[in-house]
């Protein structure tokens, strides 16, 4: 199974802190550009979204800043439907470069289908929910992502 790459990015100077390295806020920018990515394969683009009234909302996110990233690094995000139900979507997001084979980020994600005109939560669509169909099954059988699932917390 090939593995789904939503974004594609080089790291921007104005990204980046004092020692070079991306800076925390501009991993989970990169992690939205991926979704809204994300929402255009599964019919949620601009124009859809003006036409249904319909979107998504981000409930939590999760991120685990695994190795650092520097000024001028292309990178890539490579995402995984963990699952969804009628109104909800459950995302993880990897962050990579070339010729690193480890996770750089990964990011668990919460989302919520939302008719803004409420806004309230509302089921997707037939079309959103036959291409989330499509990619759970092109994805079926790939690993559970390392860092799902985590919560924070200080050892006992």
């Known amino acids: 199974m090939p593995a789904l790459i939503t974004y594609r ?16 806020a501009f991993y989970l920018l990169i992690f939205s550009y991926a979704t809204d990515a994300l929402m255009d394969r599964i019919g949620l683009d601009a124009d859809s979204r003006g036409q249904s009234g319909n979107s998504l909302f981000t409930l ?15 990178v890539w995000v490579q995402t995984q439907i963990l699952g969804f139900d009628r109104k909800r979507l459950h995302v ?17 994600q919460m989302l919520l289908h939302v008719d803004l005109a409420g806004p309230q939560s509302a089921p997707f669509g037939h079309t959103t929910v036959c291409r989330l169909n499509h990619l759970v099954e092109q994805q079926e059988g790939a690993q559970a992502p390392q860092y799902m699932g985590r919560t924070i917390k200080l050892p006992a």
Do not use: C, M, P
């Open 9 to 24: 990015t080089t790291v921007q100077e104005d990204w980046v802190d004092y020692n070079g390295h991306l800076r925390d």
């Open 60 to 74: 939590e996110a999760h991120i685990n800043y695994l190795h650092e990233v520097k000024l001028g690094t292309e």
């Open 92 to 108: 993880y997001h990897s962050l990579h470069r070339a010729g690193f084979d480890e996770v750089l980020a990964a990011s668990e």
